[in-house]
């Protein structure tokens, strides 16, 4: 004989400000084998747990359903509760009436009143029909794959490498080092970005755990937490990474150029290139696209002058299929267009430049050699003038986001501005200061201060060329008036958005992403790093902008998480997968065919005596519980635990019988 | 190509050659304007600041005939284009606003009327390629500077068919035409035109700032594709220079004229001698009269 | 510098304009973008950026007293360039119409006695007749010799053609009367 | 009649729109309280048996909402449902009842205001509709 408690959660005054919860309870105790309703303020709290399992003694309960929040927030945690209890956790369920019921009918108590207690009625009918389920266990395979070699996936790589597993990073671009490597100097403390960046990219190519792939995709992921298999393509690169010493020298005689995408397009590489001077691996790739061998069939100035014949112009693509067990994405962010704002002239006017393009130019390594020189002449220029929030803060543009960084950026390179030449003007058009990390108002201060930038509250309306000068339409807000200046640069700030094949990426590791594109983590506060796919981790600017230092700590955080997966040689994974009723199964193979897993194979069995049928069986250690082939049956003969025909019937009798 | 002809009221008074020169240009393009019998004014500026739901009604009367006769509309004034492609939208869009613009008329406007401005006609339908097989005499050496004033690229709602800062169609035009057209930053400033009569001082101003610039990028002449633009930069021309005691001097065409004249149009018959600011001295000194 | 009284505040003019414009002026978190592009910024007090604030607060003597929404030339740039995408000029237009619909007086007289004669002639002609426009705008503002230079050379360039039609007058009277009553 | 109130099933997938429809919750957006919702680990799971029991029990009208296509969490559960739902929807005539009482979307994790629009819809077009008579 079923004896069902159910225990209603005021959740403070989040549900029993609108749900009237003593009328729930009434309601509840009415309901076929409820042995015993109950009311406390907060479930999930300590107190809240020992009067479940309190009562679970007292009214010698075998099933439990708590109406509080949604299962997605504190179903584990009751289940472990209600376990101590010695109930099995699958003799647990949940009705949700705070996230869809209190807080979305808020202005209709006595429905929403209604509502809590139908929706307790529908957990009652299911966890009726609930059966005992225990856990499958899944063997670990302790090696991690990390994705994008910026720094956020060094600093992953770095931790796991220390850990003792390993680790293999997969970067697009032919060398690690991503955003980071183009700054030129970090905010608040002014440390030169290249300098604190290097050693860690030398350590990773160091560290005898890590294993780098450069030019090179992820392409596909199969498998779950613990076990993933992962295709990874290896794009031809035309250079033997063995034998090349990165002597350079194929890059000095090669006699084609185009603009370079390290330096922004602001200088010129050529076709045999590696990004940028302190490149790892130091191995230079051939850029088919502009290659005048790949063009025009002659040329192989790069063969001929290359002292360790390291040129195979007939390199192909390779694929490589690897096992991991957890996979940290750190694919990072590309930076907002410019020229969707036409008003501001990027991209028509040369002395217009992306904060990106300005970094390029004050690097020392960069295509002016660490000079500022306004581009449409190389003169240096006296007035200039940054602009924040560009793509940012802008429903008109779709970018409803704040870009996090750009305060703080835009005050590091007015600093470096007034650094390099000292009799420059710098104004800074802003809406808000965002100085909220540690030493970031105090560096603000400094600007306006110590290098008396000015600073005017306000966005500007429009930019256009007069003479040699660009002339720029603002405002100051605080003063009340229209500002004109005439400048000689204009910076636009970058905001940072998602990296342009960020949806293709989410889709080939299921992970959701939100309306902006950006990767969704579990929890916005509580599971910051993790995703919804078990074994797949979240670091840096993919979930989101993010400044150096968050970064450095969302790597660690994931690369913890990783470590804390693989100290267990086996995990535990959810038992709500198929079943086949062998004696129904027709054979049909429909299930086998539309499986996302290839969980199902077909196997002979002895169904009557003597009798022997081709039937479907479901490899528990791959199923996923997904239930297609279950919707997809023509016989019902396979069904889904934990979400059978006879539970989602309950809950539909619940829901339509008044 | 026919098309339901809205001229507004300036192309029956102040702007009678813009009317002429338009009928010319798009006879010679095989496009045919029907007048809409019976217009009334489009209620322009003044009645969308007094009264909200005439501001919509006035146009949608004009556009009833354009639905039972199936015909998209050409307006060459931008304020009445404004107008009457703003009423489609808001009534297309809004419900409410359909049911009550409907009982103000007596009948039912469905805003589903293709509303275009005569540039957009002309580029759009008839194409620039046809346009330089109908040049008979290029406008060589003239620099021309496109206006295109506010309405006719603003809001981003209503005009739709160019970028809306830095528009690019009518220099385009220009350059079909085999004149230079002027790189400038005032092609979309706003004129004033609003205030011409009521705040005479801030239209000066408004209009000095237009000249000026296509002044200072050394320009020949101005060329709009609005009867109120026109009737600023040309009719107050002499009036500014007074009162910034400057000299422009500078002829204000309309495309129309300038399309005209390229085919090989009279210049009497383009009614360019109907403007305060004398065109022939430029003309004749480029040798294009 | 002056005291804004929060309780002396009342959001009766914003509402209205915020019901006749369709816009919520909480919408504009104040980044100046539009006064930075207006072209008559210069002439107003308060410049588009303030006044939506003083409608936010709802200073209702502020708003009575301030010339921007007068000024306001209809010229879109800054509905066109908002970030919030805030129909700027609609806000400034429902205003004006809140004034007309004798909330409160107009504060520049020369420009709303323009738009009621412009109003009355279309609401009478069909087709406004300009040089009835010229003369009664010069004649009910007191300035009865603007432009009258203009005037001669205009004619004689045929850009003033003295006639007086009328054009669908009964059917424009009818949508001024319906709609007056809404 | 006066009181009738529409009685609507929502089938939601745990990843995509149960996860809309809490973030709908987290950001305090209003919907009717007609809808109950029946989570399922995936729109894939969805027999059309189920919608068809729905209005034989006397559901006024049916909702099954699941991530878009591309971003199911197995892969492709959804697209299997999506070709189940245009077959479903053929056969209800046939059993009587009218299909535009059955309805289908995409919601995602991020699209908490999208599902109260989705149900505001889903409402108004029952209550228009009136109730199932059987």
Known sequence: MARVGVFICDCGVNIASTVDVPKVVEYAMTLQKVAIAKEYKYM????????????????????????????????????????????????FEMANIREQC????????????????????IAVAKVLRNEPLFPLYSPVIKRALVIGGGIAGIQASLDLGDAGHETVIVERESSIGGRMSQLDKTFPTLDCSQCILSPKMVAVAQNKNIKIYTYAEVEEVQGYVGNFTVKIRKKARYVDMVKCTGCGVCTQKCPAKTSSEFNEKTGDRKAIYTPFPQAVPNVPVIDKNNCIYFLKGKCKVCEKFCPSNAIIYNQEDEVVEEKFGAIVVATGIDIYDHSNYGEYGYGKYKNVLSGLQFERMVSSSGPTDGHILRPSDQEEPKDVVFIQCVGARDPSKGQDYCARVCCMWTAKQAILLKEHLPNSRAYIFYIDIRAFGKGYEEFVRRAQVDYQVTYLRGRVSRIYEKGKKLRVLGTDTLAGGQVEIDADMVILADAMVPKYDS?????????????????????????????????????????????????????????????????????????????????????????????????IEMREREIRRGVKRSIANVIESVCRGCGTCVGSCYCKAIDLRGFRDKQIMAELEAVCIE | MKFAYFPGCSLHSTAKEYDASTKFVCGRLGIELVEIPNWVCCGATPIHRTNALASIALPAKNLLWAQTENLPVAAPCSECFSRLKLANLEVAENEELKKNVSEVLGETYEGNVDIYHLPQVIIEKIGLKEIEKKVAKKLSGLKIASYYGCLLTRPPKVATFDRIEDPQFLDNLVLSLGAESVNWAYKTEC??????????????KLTND??????????????VACPLCHSNLDLRQKEVEKKYKVKYNLPVFYFTQLIGLSMGADIRGLGLKRHMVSAEKLLSSKGLI | MKWIILKDTDKKITGEVEKISGQVVANCYQCGKCTAGCPLAYAMDLGPTRFIRILQLGVTEEIKKSNTPWFCISCETCTTRCPREIDIAKLMDATRIVSQNGEFKPRELRIAIFDKIFTKLVEVFGRPPEFLLGALNNALTFNLFKDVLLFPKMFIK????????????????????????? | MNNWEPNIVGFLCNWCSYAGADLTGLSRKEYPANIKIIKLPCTGRMDPMFIIEAFKLGADGVLVSGCHPGDCHYNKGNLYWQRRFLVVSELLNNFGIDKNRFFASWVSASEGVKFSEVVKNVTEKIRELGPLTK
């Open chain 2, 210 to 223: 237009i000249l000026q610039n296509a002044y200072d990028e050394k320009a020949d002449c101005i060329m």
């Open chain 1, 503 to 599: 949806v293709k990426v989410a889709q080939t590791l299921g992970i959701p992403y939100d309306t902006y594109r950006f990767f969704t983590e579990l929890h916005p506060k509580l599971a910051p790093v993790e995703t919804v796919t078990s074994g797949i981790f979240l670091a840096g600017a993919c979930s989101g902008p993010k400044d150096i230092p968050d970064t450095v700590a969302q790597a660690g955080a994931a690369a913890a998480k990783v470590c804390a997966l693989f100290s267990k040689d086996n995990i535990e994974i959810e038992p709500t997968i198929a079943q086949v009723n062998f004696s129904l199964c027709s054979g049909c193979e429909t299930c086998k065919l539309v499986c996302p897993f290839n969980a």
């Open chain 3, 158 to 182: 045929g850009k003033l053609p003295i006639s007086f039609s009328r054009v669908n007058s009964k059917a424009v009277q009818q949508i001024f009367e319906k709609s007056k009553s809404r």
């Open chain 2, 191 to 204: 004129c004033g035109a609003t205030f011409s009569l009521s705040k005479k001082e801030l239209v000066l």
């Open chain 1, 44 to 91: 999930c709290s300590d107190p809240g747990q020992n009067l479940i399992l309190d009562t679970i003694k007292e009214y010698k309960l075998d099933r439990i359903v708590v109406s509080s929040c949604s299962p997605r927030m504190h179903e584990l945690t009751f289940r472990i509760c209600v376990n101590k209890g010695k109930i099995n956790p699958y003799y």
């Open chain 1, 102 to 121: 209190s807080w979305v009918h808020q202005k209709d108590k006595e429905a929403a009143t209604k509502k809590a207690m139908k929706l307790t009625e």
